[in-house]
């Protein structure tokens, strides 16, 4: 029996559990569209392709599931493209299915087709940042190039694949036996873990450390592995730092959770794991801002410390720091394992007390430090305050995207996190642009959890068309706009280093140019307040989170940068005998 390419490619996806397909339309993809009719799985459209890869990695990443992107050929993709390489260097899967140039106008240079140095050749723009790219030659081809990107999208290190579609292929009939061949093949495959002498190494050296410490990152979340990291370190009362993309793998709360490192890491953080003889890195990559530029004044002393490093993926380990024990391998298995010889070694579990109320105290000092900037009724207001009172308002298990500026560095610095994967933020791309879209594919993976977007005017002001798809698809997220008139935190940077703010800072006449974002959402149909005074925004909050519509707060926010214990060697660049960070623009 013969069917349509695109038919049967909605009824794999179909097979495969996938429920929402997100995209936009061109002649390239409308055959696969059109099979869309009469499936259970929704499209969901949106206004530009980069809106739809972020709202696709927020969906992967809220869901714990791969997600599947639709692009046209040519500026689709290309539009696409930010949003696929943001997913790809955090490490999430998705597989992009684009339409391409039809197979039979190869070398023709056909409508829209990218073509300067070589022929139907567009899927080489994402070469560099998806695991692999396939174009699909023949329609017999294609049952197993498709179930290969997925399987690949989804093992080892995670990440994005492209599957670029002739589009008269699409429309081509193939032997229904082909994707039948393909079902039998497992959907999942088994991970990669350590043996018990591995494991018994690795307890024993941390427990005859003189000061071990457990750095942790966004591999945790990925491998679903945090109730296994808690059990470890609640029994064995080891310190726990973490990277921005670790941040609420263990909640800030528990009693040995330190706190970010790095850059927009506190000096009580940074000194912990500078000090630290033996330092366990898990799911962590050590990436640049949160190992202070890897130069050992500020956040790592390797070698003088030791390392011991666990990843999926083996590339990363020994990149930026040589590990003294380097384990490839999934971190769920692993932390089992871990577990498991912890508990036969020390059945009652180890016990440092002198640490817990050392870190007890640290937060308390810290709080106490940014009170005052908490209870400031100034106007526009302290991000602090802010920050604050989005987390007064929040249930625990509140699902918080961000953006790029104070957004992310203070949410990572100040704004406690409780439950494991509940902050979505753009790590090792930092993505303009990447919060306010992808709230929206959080709020479509878990629709019974709250979902803010902590955003500054700068990342909103680049697409507010996500709007049209909030309200389209009835996806009530409530979006805090950090409007300080600015792209914020290059502005301190310009100010701090060149003593001005050309290119910066918004302005007409020279005066601040500030859009009313709340307008712009009611004009979408959308909720849509602006804050007039620090005492309004906590009520207007509380109204959005409880209205169950998407709702705008435009909150005015003064240019004050996030307070920094460590260092980017940006600085060094710019001011190579100063010691200057960032200062205020206000």
Known sequence: MKDLISHQLVKYLEDRGVTHLFGLCGHTNIAVLSALEKSSIKFINTRHEQVAAHIADGYARAGKQTAVLLSHLGPGLTNASTGVANAALDSI????????VPSHYYGKHPHQEINLHADASQSEIYRPFCKRVWRVERPDLFPEIIEKAFQLAESG??????????????????????????????????????????????????VNAKSPLLYVGGGVVLADAAEELKEFVTRMSFPVAHSLMGKGVLPDDHPFTLGMTGFWGTKFVNGKCRDADYVFGLGTRFAEADCSSWES???????????????????????????????????????????????????????????????????????????????????????????????????????????????????????????????????????????????????????????????????????????ATAMEENVPVVWVIMNNCAYGTIA???????????????????????????????????????????????????????????????????????????????????????????????
């Not at 599957?163 to 036996?177: G, H, K, L, R, Y």
């Not at 992310?408 to 930092?430: C, D, R």
């Not at 060697?569 to 001011?575: G, T």
Request: proline share 7%; with cysteine.
């Open 93 to 100: 899967p998705m597989v992009v299915i684009a339409g391409d």
């Open 297 to 467: 004044e500020y956040t790592f002393n390797f070698p003088g410390s030791k390392l011991i490093h666990i990843d999926i993926d083996p590339s990363e380990i020994g990149r930026n720091y040589p590990a003294e024990i380097g384990v490839v391998a999934d971190l769920k298995q692993a932390l089992v394992v871990l577990n498991r010889v912890a508990k036969k070694l020390y059945p009652e579990g180890r016990r440092n007390d002198t640490l817990k109320e050392e870190i007890a105290a640290y937060r308390k000092d810290f709080v106490a430090g940014n009170q005052k900037h908490v209870v400031n009724d100034a106007f526009p207001m302290r991000p602090e305050r802010i920050l604050a009172a989005v987390r007064e308002v929040l249930p625990r298990d509140a699902i918080i995207t961000t953006d790029v500026g104070w957004n992310k560095n203070g949410v990572g610095q100040q704004f406690p996190v409780y439950t494991p994967g509940s902050i979505l933020t753009p790590g090792g791309y930092a993505t303009m642009g990447f919060g306010a879209p992808a709230a929206i594919g959080a709020k479509i993976a878990c629709p019974n959890r709250v979902v803010v977007s902590l955003v500054g005017d700068g990342g909103f002001g680049q697409n507010p068309a996500l709007l």
């Open 157 to 206: 290190r995670p990440g994005p694949v492209l599957v670029s579609v002739p589009m008269d292929i699409f429309s081509m009939e193939v032997d229904v036996a082909l994707f039948d061949r393909v079902k039998p093949h497992t959907r999942k495959l088994r991970k990669p873990s350590i043996d018990e002498q591995t494991a018994t190494q690795i307890i024993e050296t941390l």
């Open 492 to 586: 301190g940077l310009q100010k701090a280093h060149y003593g001005t703010t050309v290119g910066t800072l918004f302005r007409k006449d020279g005066e601040p140019y500030n859009v009313d974002y709340a307008a712009i959402a009611r004009a979408y149909g959308a909720e849509g307040v602006r804050i007039e005074s620090a005492e309004e925004f906590k009520t207007v909050l509380e109204r959005a989170v409880n209205s169950g519509k998407p709702f705008v707060i435009d909150v005015a926010m003064m240019n004050e940068p996030v307070p920094t214990a460590g260092h980017w060697n940006i600085m060094d660049i710019y001011s190579p005998d100063r010691k200057v960070h960032h200062v205020s623009t206000d």
